[in-house]
């Protein structure tokens, strides 16, 4: 069984910067598509940036653009989540997902990595709180 950690998550400043981290266990990283969702009081679950190891493609929601990077470390089995230049907006609780590559249900990662029922496992995410 394969679980989800998140850390990194804390109130911050607008303009400030947070590194969010997800940690994979009992299974490598390379085998997943990963992902950061985040759902705002009221709001529906989004996703944020996902990940596709193997060539390293990265894809983002257009609010985040230029502004958060999506990373991974397979040695270390984590995704990360680098936040820089937070806007109030930004404030959500934040959650890691993944799924197995084989079992991906969507034709291609990189045109559907936003689609949070193509993740089958997540963890219980990380709060962030931006103040403007």
């Known amino acids: 069984q394969v679980h989800l950690r998140e850390s990194g998550g804390g109130s911050v400043e607008a303009g400030g910067s947070l590194r969010l981290s997800c940690e994979v266990s009992e299974s490598s990283t390379s085998r997943y598509y990963c992902a950061w969702f985040r759902q705002a009081p009221g709001k529906n679950r989004e996703g944020v940036a996902g990940i596709w190891s193997g060539p390293m493609f990265t894809y983002y929601t257009d609010s985040v653009k230029g502004r958060f990077t999506i990373s991974q470390d397979n040695a270390k089995n984590t995704l990360y989540l680098q936040m820089n230049s937070l806007k109030s907006e930004d404030t959500a609780m934040y959650y890691c997902?993944?799924?197995?590559?084989?079992?991906?249900?969507?034709?291609?990662?990189?045109?559907?990595?936003?689609?949070?029922?193509?993740?089958?496992?997540w963890g219980q995410g990380t709060q962030v709180t931006v103040s403007s």
């Open positions: 997902a993944a799924v197995e590559k084989n079992y991906f249900r969507y034709p291609s990662y990189g045109n559907f990595w936003w689609k949070e029922n193509a993740y089958n496992h």
